[in-house]
């Protein structure tokens, strides 16, 4: 069963989304990649996203979505967890700036996963990226498509299983 987290977290501001982008470029990060940003220079990609909040006037608030994807131990190869974390990434790439990479297991996760970052900003239409109830399910089912594994996400505290 893959187990997907939802961060909402809004403390730190734009240090957190810096951060967070800096995280899925170090030297852990395997096989990562990005949608309308520069994958390979993480200040890059944190001054396009703040281009295009920049832009549509939405500096404010939560600058990011933080994803992470752990994929249950079936999953027993980085190149299948690494092609899993691309498909999962791209889901959001239509309307989205997305930064996302892949690491291996670790002892504090226990699986693959998969880190993904998305603006909160859409760069089509400026609309802020919604990440309800009904949204994330419908990203929980995608990811149960895409990687043949029941998952589970977290949502407010609540683990909520789909599929």
């Not at 995280?23 to 395997?30: K, L, M, P, W």
């Not at 520069?38 to 281009?51: E, R, S």
């Not at 670790?106 to 603006?119: L, S």
Request: one cysteine or more.
């Amino acid at each position: 069963m893959a187990k997907i987290d939802v961060i909402r977290n809004t403390y730190g501001g734009l240090d957190y989304l810096q951060n967070a982008l800096n995280y899925v470029s170090d030297s852990r990060a395997i096989y990562g990649g990005g949608y309308g940003v520069n994958q390979y220079d993480p200040n890059m990609a944190y001054n396009q996203m703040l281009a295009v909040k920049g832009y549509y006037g939405k500096t404010s608030g939560n600058p990011l979505v933080h994803i992470v994807i752990a994929y249950d131990d079936s999953v027993k190869d980085i190149n299948t967890a690494a092609r899993f974390g691309q498909q999962c990434a791209q889901f959001f790439a239509s309307k989205f700036q997305v930064l996302y990479c892949t690491h291996e297991k670790d002892f504090q996760c226990g699986n693959f996963h998969t880190h993904i970052i998305i603006n909160s900003v859409s760069y089509i239409n400026g609309q802020m990226i919604k990440t309800g109830f009904d949204e994330m399910n419908a990203y929980c089912n995608y990811v149960t498509r895409v990687t043949g594994q029941k998952s589970w996400f977290y949502f407010d505290n609540k683990a909520i299983y789909s599929g």
